[in-house]
């Protein structure tokens, strides 16, 4: 893998693409905004889960093997992704804006067995993601997560939390840590 100090070298180079949000010994989680036509060179990914901030049309191709992929993305989509290392080109005519939650621990726990209470959009070893939609969301246990605001997303709709229930008011994703 490349970062971080291919990461580093490309946030100096474009300050504005990539912006820490929150970060601590759990998790990265940066908002990235790619515009029309801009390219990015190869860079990694720790695993972790993307949420679309817009309608968006990417190619991407993995690195060593140089394997095709992307495609087309709507707002609100949730994605897991595992541990990559890419060059990266929005094709479409939208700014790509996504809010990514990067893993800082390469182990799943012991698997956990939470009821939903809200409708799961995909879960696995690491993370379980969760739709919301103003309700408060109670836990048999304490949680530890992030949360995205789908209706004030970048910096303010981005949050930490550590708690027994969390109160959305919105429609939100919660990305539970395990």
Not at 85 to 99: K, L, P, Y
Request: no cysteine.
């Amino acid at each position: 893998m490349l970062y971080p100090v291919l990461l580093a070298a490309l946030l100096a180079q474009a300050p504005d693409r990539e912006v820490v949000l929150l970060e601590n010994d759990v998790v990265r989680v940066s908002e990235i905004r790619v515009a029309p036509g801009v390219g990015e060179p190869a860079h990694s990914h720790r695993r972790g889960v993307t949420v679309a901030l817009s309608d968006y049309d990417n190619q991407t191709i993995t690195l060593p093997e140089r394997k095709p992929g992307g495609g087309h993305t709507r707002f609100g989509e949730v994605k897991w992704a595992e541990p990559v290392t890419h060059e990266a080109r929005n094709s479409g005519t939208t700014v790509q804006r996504v809010i990514r939650l990067e893993l800082k621990h390469d182990q799943p726990p012991a698997p956990i067995n939470l009821e939903a209470v809200a409708k799961v959009l995909f879960e696995n070893a690491w993370v379980r993601a969760v739709e919301l939609r103003g309700e408060t969301t109670p836990r048999p246990a304490k949680i530890r997560a992030v949360v995205v605001d789908l209706a004030s997303p970048g910096a303010n709709g981005v949050r930490w939390i550590e708690a027994e229930s969390l109160q959305v008011s919105t429609h939100a994703v919660r990305i539970e840590l395990k």
